[in-house]
T-cell receptor, first 118, second 116 residues
Framework: DTGVSQDPRHKITKRGQNVTFRCDPI?????LYWYRQTLGQGPEFLTY????????KSRLLSDRFSAERPKGSFSTLEIQRTEQGDSAMYLC????????????????FGPGTRLTVL | AQKITQTQPGMFVQEKEAVTLDCTYD???????LFWYKQPSSGEMIFLIY??????QNATEGRYSLNFQKARKSANLVISASQLGDSAMYFC?????????????FGIGTKLQVIP
């Protein structure tokens, strides 16, 4: 039983560089979420996919941020022209909305990617 | 207004004792769910327990129980028989169903330290 995986686990970059993170959700999950967590705070929602469709984006997601889930499986989050304020833990979560089984739509999280922008 | 409020930045508990972590929430949505997650120093968010707004009984999962008081809008986590491995950050979260999209909002967390 594999959980949510994220790659890389750590990324150090210089200001102005582009970075891309990958998330592989639990295989049967059709919903995928990205969150950002800064020190001393809880995770803040960034964006949400149902299958390949991006259904919701937070105001936190500036034009420099883009997320994709092209085949409804893995997802990527790209940050262009990184700034020091982008330094944070980026968390991915997945869930299933299988209504027929009445399953609780619990989000299961990956280990996160810790980004440091120098 | 804060949707999720956790007023205890840090808590200490003696090993084998029980501890209660407080959480209050604010929503006008009649249908919502409340979650507790554990985040060890490694960073991964671990799902602990869920309570739906229409559930009649308080949720329990092993040593974890959720003291759900709907009228007071509180959803406190009770950990019984604390273990050293319980030392971590604990986040309360709420899922609201409005608009068909299930957005989850997290509190700022409580750091629990279990003392041997």
């Amino acid at each position: 039983d594999t959980g949510v995986s994220q790659d890389p686990r750590h990324k150090i970059t210089k200001r102005g560089q582009n970075v891309t993170f990958r998330c592989d959700p639990i295989s049967e999950h059709n919903r995928l979420y990205w969150y950002r967590q800064t020190l001393g705070q809880g995770p803040e929602f960034l964006t949400y996919f149902q299958n390949e469709a991006q259904l919701e984006k937070s105001r936190l997601l500036s034009d420099r941020f883009s997320a994709e889930r092209p085949k409804g499986s893995f997802s990527t989050l790209e940050i262009q022209r990184t700034e020091q304020g982008d330094s944070a833990m980026y968390l991915c979560a997945s869930s299933s909305n299988d209504q027929d089984q009445g399953a609780v739509d619990t989000q299961y999280f990956g280990p996160g990617t810790r980004l440091t922008v120098l | 207004a804060q949707k999720i409020t956790q007023t205890q930045p840090g808590m200490f508990v003696q090993e084998k004792e029980a501890v209660t972590l407080d959480c209050t929430y604010d929503t006008s949505d009649p249908s919502y769910g409340l979650f507790w997650y554990k985040q060890p120093s490694s960073g991964e968010m671990i799902f602990l327990i869920y309570q739906g707004s229409y559930d009649q009984q308080n949720a329990t999962e092993g040593r974890y129980s959720l003291n759900f008081q709907k009228a007071r809008k509180s959803a406190n986590l009770v950990i019984s028989a604390s273990q050293l491995g319980d030392s971590a950050m604990y986040f309360c979260a709420m899922r609201e169903h409005s608009g068909g999209y299930q957005k989850v909002t997290f509190g700022i967390g409580t750091k629990l330290q279990v003392i041997p």
